[in-house]
């Protein structure tokens, strides 16, 4: 198993960036996939997750209206569009495989698997 998150960097507040997760050593479409942040001090936060099929999508309050997740099964990537960025969003953003997500209840559990993460810092 490998995922490989890519696409922070530093941007303005307001301003937007597209996270990647490249997926490879497994059946990419048979899990689903999230987000994860964590600041410097602070725990880590579920930001988003996918479902396999497409569809399915949960978001944590503090990103919801603002990030976009997506997932490109041919392509074995999962997207996380981030606008409207703020400088509470500085962290480093991990993908993760999912071991249980059930978007209705707002539970998006991470399972074993995990990128190497990506920086995004928000500031002027």
């Known amino acids: 198993f490998q995922l490989q998150a890519s696409g922070g960097g530093l941007v303005q507040p307001g301003g937007s960036l597209r996270l990647s997760c490249a997926a490879s050593g497994f059946r990419f479409d048979d899990y689903a996939i999230g987000w994860f942040r964590q600041a410097p001090g602070k725990e880590r936060e579920g930001v988003s997750c996918?479902?396999?099929?497409?569809?399915?999508?949960y978001y944590s309050d503090s990103v919801k209206g603002r990030f976009t997740i997506s997932r490109d099964n041919a392509k074995n990537t999962v997207y996380l569009q981030t606008n409207s960025l703020k400088p509470e969003d500085t962290a480093i953003y991990y993908c993760a495989t999912i071991d249980r997500l059930r978007v209705g209840a707002r539970i998006c559990i991470p399972g074993n698997y995990w990128g190497q993460g990506t920086l995004v810092t928000v500031s002027s």
């Open positions: 996918i479902s396999k099929e497409i569809g399915r999508t």
